[in-house]
T-cell receptor, first 114, second 110 residues
Framework: DAGVIQSPRHEVTEMGQEVTLRCKPISGHDYLFWYRQTMMRGLELLIYFNNNVPIDDSGMPEDRFSAKMPNASFSTLKIQPSEPRDSAVYFC????????????FGQGTRLTVV | SQQGEEDPQALSIQEGENATMNCSYKTSINNLQWYRQNSGRGLVHLILIRSNEREKHSGRLRVTLDTSKKSSSLLITASRAADTASYFCATDAWGNQFYFGTGTSLTVIP
């Protein structure tokens, strides 16, 4: 398996534009996590899915953020409208349950909102 | 909210020395994991220790866990320049969320 694949690797967009980040988890993994990393706040858990169902989205900063997982091999994180303070590196991670197993991370998407 | 807090925030040592970093967390956990992040890359899993374990070894890594103090330490022995990275602890407390600390930035000077 190629690991967790995220796209794009880099995204530069103007304030107010819609941004969609994509993630392909490792085949067979039933949990998927979205994290945001900034210097100020470190790694923040935004949302996680189990068997394609969102379980906890309490970390999503506001209504401008939404995430979907239409099937076991694909997830999206959307920001609409984007703001400069959304600039960060967004990571997707997946793991195969049961709880307490190793999570595998993608390489991240570096988002810059100007 | 973040579960773990690592200290020190930054650590600089000479190659060959040992590096110790600590993690404190807030609530009861099922297990604790350590991850490494090289600059500009994703996180890579290093080692996992379960709440009923006190110490675990993997190569040059030694992890301890003290659940009474809600703390863990990661020791890297005989450090190498390639160990230069940020190190994070991660805990799962409520189901399968992983909460990460703020990380320790380790620099190993050749």
């Amino acid at each position: 398996d190629a690991g967790v694949i995220q796209s794009p690797r880099h995204e530069v967009t103007e304030m107010g534009q819609e941004v969609t980040l994509r993630c392909k988890p490792i085949s067979g993994h039933d949990y998927l996590f979205w994290y945001r990393q900034t210097m100020m706040r470190g790694l923040e858990l935004l949302i996680y899915f189990n068997n394609n169902v969102p379980i906890d989205d309490s970390g999503m900063p506001e209504d401008r953020f939404s995430a979907k997982m239409p099937n076991a091999s694909f997830s999206t994180l959307k920001i609409q409208p984007s703001e400069p303070r959304d600039s960060a590196v967004y990571f997707c991670a997946s793991l195969q349950g049961p709880p307490g197993t190793e999570a595998f991370f993608g390489q991240g998407t570096r988002l810059t909102v100007v | 909210s973040q579960q773990g807090e690592e200290d020190p925030q930054a650590l600089s040592i000479q190659e060959g020395e040992n590096a110790t970093m600590n993690c404190s967390y807030k609530t009861s956990i099922n297990n604790l994991q350590w991850y490494r992040q090289n600059s500009g890359r994703g996180l890579v899993h290093l080692i996992l220790i379960r709440s009923n374990e006190r110490e675990k070894h993997s190569g040059r890594l030694r992890v301890t866990l003290d659940t009474s103090k809600k703390s863990s330490s990661l020791l890297i022995t005989a450090s190498r320049a390639a160990d230069t990275a940020s190190y994070f602890c991660a805990t799962d407390a409520w189901g399968n969320q992983f909460y990460f600390g703020t990380g320790t930035s380790l620099t190993v000077i050749p």
